[in-house]
């Protein structure tokens, strides 16, 4: 951290970084007024692309119902029902919604068509505003559909069709859900992904103990994601691995479910990264600044790691070294918050202090 | 709740309210697009006006230091050595915080000045902005002064300066903390509050079981506020009063405290107000939509609840029912939400979904 900080941005690009004393003569200058300036946040796990509303499955679920990934079936239905059109207006407003908080780099998955159009749809449309897409066809297995059958059409046809859409393909192995994937059909999903070059993510561990983050390790996936029950062969697994823990703490708040242990992770070594979860069902929050506060509150971590875990630790999870930091040569992708420190993020919770850094940029 | 509801404004007053079809001809129309628009929020218990930051402490608290009220001192030296024009800055900046999530009505404590001259200043500044003011001497024993000496001094030359300032009289009872008041000490400050033609209200049962209940119950307080630790005999009190029991949650956030139970105070009858309690010491969020999604996470209270509390509860906290509610001959203090529904307030938590609807005013 640095304070009284400055640095000059050059076509978009950080060209130095330093105190303010020693700051080089700018064209223009900004004073900021003492607000702390840090790496825009990272979001490596959204489900931004759907149509439809749960408001009301989400006030029956917090009066008593229990959550399996069923209702995942009622975004299918009206997301199918939308037009491009309307798609694209919904995912520009929450796009809007994520930058206005100081989100500038987000990972978009598929998972709300379930069949080889719908899933490169969604992909296509995701592509419009990211490049990190992920190719979720193996959300849940559509109902009327069979498991097996289900498999070798994510794999074959889904698969073909969606590649050149997405970076990224991923499968919720939740063998405690009768909607997910058990181990051999997730490394089925992970493996044919693997071959059609695409990076690899895993859903895992959320519900229960499972296969999730053992695969993920195997596979060498950049990412295993919500990783809330987690047995001590997970954590080492984990620790002797790149890949990163994706924590989800907006899920837990919405659901009422157990938090994950983020301090446990830390503590062995594992690299931890924060993302909202974007979705209608489980965690229809798109703010980086409130996961970063319930990281503090729930999750064990400080401050200062809840916000690195927001930035470098996404950007980590992604496969990017090029966002969730600032660095000379960088991308100016900046956050500022209506504050003097980061450490404010979790000290004021709930107030919407983060907004982006708009940069001049010369030129064109 | 209205579906396709519409309501006329005439000179910041609703002149109807009632469906899109039956509206009556206006001279200026506005399509909200389907938002959902609520009472503007009443935020019963703040402490806006301070000077100082506490970040630091609330990193250290985090980290395993436990919170006993003392801090509050450092808030207190930061306070005293700031002049009106600072101090006025800075209330402005939070009150426009507060209004900016869609809040238009907050009572405002006094009680980081702790002496006849920098309470009643606090008073006279809280009073440039809010009809609630709220005499806050009784708020910790300062450092260096006697206990008695300072009751004293609370209920004589510091009342008498300070009731000019205020609508209300609170005060801090909590033996379980060495710097707050004891029933004796806090019976006699509301007393003096009372004799002096102020209302009644009480800080009780944050940090252990108290007498602050039954005091507030015996003595006819407008709200007992924090109600963390209750036996069931506080609830009958509190059932059988007029006294709203007014839940921070907020706080319980940032301290790692144990949350209040709102269903069993709901489920007994008793009226239940939401509150930020915002202050620099134990709760720094100014977001009346972050306490309505942690009530329902965390305090048992349905989404409608939440919003009811924080709303009409809150002004139930205030005695008052001008504000709070939506009803023809009403101000028209209006929030609206970039959501369908009051059920997004907790369905998308951390989102600043809430802002203040503007109302134009014919006339001057």
Same mark, same amino acid.
């Given at each position: 951290?640095?304070?009284?900080?400055?640095?000059?941005?050059?076509?978009?690009?950080? *060209?130095?970084?330093?105190?303010?004393?020693?700051?080089?003569?700018?064209?223009?200058?900004?004073?900021?007024?003492?607000?702390?300036? +840090?790496?825009?946040?990272?979001?490596?796990?959204?489900?931004?692309?759907?149509?439809?509303?749960?408001?009301?499955?989400?006030?029956?679920?917090?009066?008593?119902?229990?959550?399996?990934?069923?209702?995942?079936? /009622?975004?299918?239905?009206?997301?199918?029902?939308?037009?491009?059109?309307?798609?694209? *207006?919904?995912?520009?407003?929450?796009?809007?919604?994520?930058?206005?908080?100081?989100?500038?780099?987000?990972?978009?998955?598929?998972?709300?068509?379930?069949?080889?159009?719908?899933?490169?749809?969604?992909? @296509?449309?995701?592509?419009?505003?990211?490049?990190?897409?992920?190719?979720?066809?193996?959300?849940?297995?559509?109902?009327?559909?069979? @498991?097996?059958?289900?498999?070798?059409?994510?794999?074959? $046809?889904?698969?073909?069709?969606?590649?050149?859409?997405?970076?990224?393909?991923?499968?919720?192995?939740?063998?405690?859900?009768?909607?997910?994937?058990?181990?051999?059909?997730?490394?089925?999903?992970?493996?044919?992904?693997?071959?059609?070059?695409?990076? +690899?993510?895993?859903?895992?561990?959320?519900?229960? $103990?499972?296969?999730?983050?053992?695969?993920?390790?195997?596979?060498?996936?950049? /990412?295993?994601?919500?990783?809330?029950? &987690?047995?001590?062969?997970?954590?080492?697994?984990?620790?002797?691995?790149?890949?990163?823990?994706?924590?989800?703490?907006?899920?837990?708040?919405?659901?009422?479910?157990?938090?994950?242990?983020?301090?446990?992770?830390?503590? *062995?070594?594992?690299?931890?990264?924060?993302?909202?979860?974007?979705?209608?069902?489980?965690?229809?929050?798109?703010?980086?600044?409130?996961?970063?506060?319930?990281?503090?509150?729930?999750?064990?971590?400080?401050?200062?790691?809840?916000?690195?875990?927001?930035?470098?630790?996404?950007?980590?999870?992604?496969?990017?070294?090029?966002?969730?930091?600032?660095?000379?040569?960088?991308?100016?992708?900046?956050?500022?918050?209506?504050?003097?420190?980061?450490?404010?993020?979790?000290?004021? $919770?709930?107030?919407?202090?983060?907004?982006? &850094?708009?940069?001049?940029? /010369?030129?064109?």
């Amino acid at each position: 951290m640095l304070v009284d900080a400055a640095l000059v941005v050059e076509d978009g690009r950080v *060209a130095w970084l330093g105190t303010e004393r020693d700051a080089p003569a700018a064209d223009t200058r900004r004073d900021l007024g003492g607000r702390a300036v +840090l790496p825009a946040f990272v979001d490596s796990h959204t489900h931004l692309v759907f149509a439809g509303d749960r408001a009301g499955e989400f006030a029956a679920r917090i009066a008593g119902q229990p959550y399996d990934g069923g209702g995942i079936a /009622s975004t299918v239905a009206a997301t199918r029902a939308a037009d491009d059109e309307e798609l694209r *207006a919904l995912l520009s407003q929450r796009v809007a919604e994520l930058r206005g908080q100081g989100t500038a780099t987000f990972e978009i998955k598929s998972g709300y068509g379930l069949d080889v159009d719908q899933e490169s749809r969604l992909l @296509r449309l995701a592509g419009e505003v990211t490049t990190e897409t992920t190719f979720l066809g193996a959300h849940v297995v559509p109902s009327g559909v069979g @498991r097996a059958e289900y498999v070798d059409l994510v794999t074959g $046809p889904m698969l073909a069709a969606c590649a050149p859409y997405a970076r990224w393909i991923d499968v919720f192995c939740e063998p405690a859900s009768p909607h997910a994937f058990d181990a051999d059909e997730a490394r089925a999903v992970l493996s044919a992904g693997r071959e059609a070059g695409l990076g +690899l993510r895993v859903h895992g561990n959320q519900l229960a $103990p499972g296969p999730g983050v053992q695969l993920a390790v195997d596979l060498g996936a950049a /990412s295993v994601d919500h990783c809330t029950y &987690l047995t001590d062969a997970d954590v080492d697994a984990l620790a002797g691995s790149d890949t990163v823990a994706t924590l989800l703490p907006g899920v837990e708040f919405s659901t009422g479910h157990p938090y994950p242990d983020a301090r446990r992770l830390v503590d *062995a070594g594992v690299t931890v990264a924060l993302a909202t979860d974007c979705n209608p069902g489980t965690s229809y929050t798109s703010s980086m600044p409130f996961v970063i506060a319930l990281a503090v509150r729930e999750l064990g971590l400080t401050p200062t790691e809840a916000v690195a875990a927001a930035t470098a630790g996404a950007a980590r999870a992604l496969r990017r070294d090029d966002v969730g930091r600032i660095a000379v040569g960088g991308p100016a992708l900046l956050t500022v918050l209506d504050a003097p420190s980061h450490l404010h993020l979790a000290y004021r $919770p709930g107030v919407p202090l983060a907004r982006p &850094l708009p940069v001049a940029h /010369s030129g064109a």
